[in-house]
């Protein structure tokens, strides 16, 4: 494979221009950043600057191996990768998920969430360094001085009007960079913030994660003989989903790779299990044969060919700031922000902080004053990802619940689709702090979000309904994740867009309440302590009242399924009813 060419190669750095911006770390977000930024402002002048060497290991070992819509838009659509994700990656088959059951020796006697078919937007499952190499031909071809083998040693940020310098190292010495603008993608280096000293905000979620890839095809469909469970899927195959195995306190995942290779990964709140049960390979294995021994049998025989092995200990963090318009910088990908595997959310924020990214640049061109902009586009992606971030805080105890938690991955995933994707795939982000019904629209979503969420909780701490195995399709059965889904890509006037926006905030207050009234019917009938206590608290939630009352008014002209909420047999206190 060419290596792409590099600045040594087109003349020294002090015989160059000072650039318009640049980019710190040439890993997936620094790259579609500069690819954007050439897409849209071609008039730039780019540098990324990145310490490893180009091309990486097709194996380069990054989470991020899973994309969703948002992810799959923006690369795909927005940055032109089509040829390359068709002829070179993996077309995804949705997520999938597998609870406990009968001790996980038997994935036909477990509870599985998914689809039957393919979904109609495609996503994919990627190698990071096959993708990240393509992004480096690319940002070569367009132009962009790629700087890789680079380390940086120091950032001098001009407090006032002039270049901002970065003083690197590479293989011709110490040289220094000037740029109008500076961009941190350099991951979990955190560059900018470590330089800012800006506080690496502890978020209300800790967990850890370990994880290694085996050069072997993990499927499975190939963990049973049963033709009624093959059955179930009425295309694709199972081994191309993001395959999760849940139980309580952890997830594991399975991820194809087109490769050939297979990712599998631990995740696990630290309340719920320690992180050094599964922080080496050996313990990593260990822990496997205890929670999911079918997954063990299933990858013991390769150990031979397992090709490394990663960690990240209480991965989830913010930051105080991660846009500055008064001082010309910006963070993108994990060198402000964090959140969890769980979803594949890394790319999808990648793509909209670089979108705002994009939009700065934009108006700093034309000769704005991007100081008050980038403080409202700061102000909302903080809140957009602490809003994200409820989705993960304090849930993990849900995850081997699978009547509890079958509900809430299909809230969350038509939450996803309703307000996080439609407003990507309508270009509305870099909208919102100058559209006030959209803001105000966001504020009330967050609300009805963190109520459910909180909702889930409350469910789970009242009892327990052990499903029969079963199969709950997330898709084709239930009439509005379709639409939800479908309904991202329409074509929309401003009007039009602000009237489906407001739409499906009614809607999912509707089907917030919904759940609730149907939880709630149901532990009422019960007779113990703990189920009395918490009905009567819901009953006293302003909240819960009023998603419940927009329930029961909306469901006659707008009715919707209930096979999103499934029905079990009682194991504790509470069950929905049959």
Not at 120 to 140: H, I, K, M, W
């Amino acid at each position: 494979m060419e290596k792409p060419p590099t600045v040594e190669q087109r003349g020294s750095v002090s015989d160059l221009p000072t650039f318009d911006v640049a980019i710190l770390g040439g890993g997936v977000a620094g790259l579609t950043l500069a690819l954007e930024l050439h897409k849209e402002l071609p008039h730039l002048d780019v540098a990324i600057i990145e310490r490893n060497e180009h091309p990486v290991p097709e194996t380069t070992h990054k989470v991020g191996e899973s994309t969703v819509e948002i992810a799959a838009h923006y690369l795909r659509d927005r940055l032109g990768l089509a040829d390359h994700l068709d002829q070179d990656q993996l077309r995804k088959f949705g997520l999938r998920m597998f609870f406990t059951g009968h001790g996980n020796s038997d994935i036909t006697q477990r509870v599985e969430l998914g689809s039957s078919i393919f979904a109609p937007l495609t996503s994919y499952q990627l190698d990071r360094g096959r993708l990240e190499n393509e992004l480096g031909r690319r940002c070569a071809a367009a132009g962009v001085h790629f700087l890789s083998g680079h380390s940086v040693d120091r950032i001098a940020l001009d407090p006032g009007e002039a270049p901002h310098s970065v003083t690197l190292s590479g293989p011709a010495g110490q040289r220094t960079l000037q740029a109008q603008w500076i961009v941190d993608a350099s991951g979990r280096a955190q560059l900018l913030r470590r330089h800012l000293k800006l506080n690496r905000t502890k978020v209300g979620h800790s967990a850890n994660a370990a994880w290694f890839r085996v050069a072997h095809p993990l499927d499975v469909e190939e963990w049973t003989q049963d033709p009624s469970w093959a059955q179930r899927i009425s295309e694709g195959e199972r081994a191309l989903s993001t395959n999760h195995l849940m139980g309580s306190g952890y997830w594991v995942w399975l991820i194809r790779l087109a490769t050939g290779a297979t990712s599998v990964g631990i995740v696990a709140g630290a309340e719920h299990h320690d992180f050094s049960t599964f922080n080496t390979l050996e313990r990593a294995l260990g822990f496997l044969s205890e929670h999911e021994p079918q997954c063990a049998k299933a990858v013991v025989p390769h150990i031979d060919k397992i090709k490394d092995f990663r960690v990240m200990r209480d991965y989830s963090y913010s930051c105080d700031k991660v846009f500055s318009g008064q001082q010309r910088w910006c963070m993108t990908g994990e060198s402000g922000v964090f959140l969890d595997p769980l979803y594949s959310p890394g790319l999808d924020l990648i793509a909209i902080s670089n979108g705002l990214v994009v939009d700065l640049l934009r108006r700093s061109g034309l000769g704005q004053d991007v100081g008050p902009v980038a403080d409202l586009h700061d102000i909302l992606f903080l809140r957009l990802t602490n809003l994200w971030l409820a989705t993960y805080e304090n849930q993990y105890g849900l995850m081997g619940n699978a009547q509890v938690m079958s509900s809430k991955v299909i809230w969350d995933t038509a939450f996803y689709w309703a307000v996080f994707g439609l407003l990507f795939f309508q270009d509305k982000f870099r909208e919102v702090g100058s559209t006030p019904s959209i803001a105000e629209t966001l504020e009330e979503l967050s609300v009805t979000s963190n109520r459910m969420q909180q909702f889930f909780r409350e469910w789970d701490g009242v009892g327990n309904s052990e499903l029969d195995p079963q199969f709950i399709d997330l898709l084709a059965p239930i009439e509005f994740m379709l639409r939800l889904h479908s309904e991202m890509t329409d074509d929309l006037t401003p009007a039009q867009f602000e009237q489906r926006f407001r739409g499906n905030a009614e809607f999912l207050a509707q089907l917030a309440g919904q759940l609730m009234n149907t939880v709630i019917r149901a532990c009422a009938e019960r007779l113990d302590e703990a189920s009395i206590e918490q009905v009567q608290a819901w009953q006293r939630d302003e909240h819960v009242s009023h998603f419940v009352a927009t329930f029961r008014r909306e469901r006659l002209k707008n009715p919707t399924t209930d096979r999103w909420i499934p029905v079990g047999s009682p194991r504790a206190n509470c069950t929905t009813p049959s």
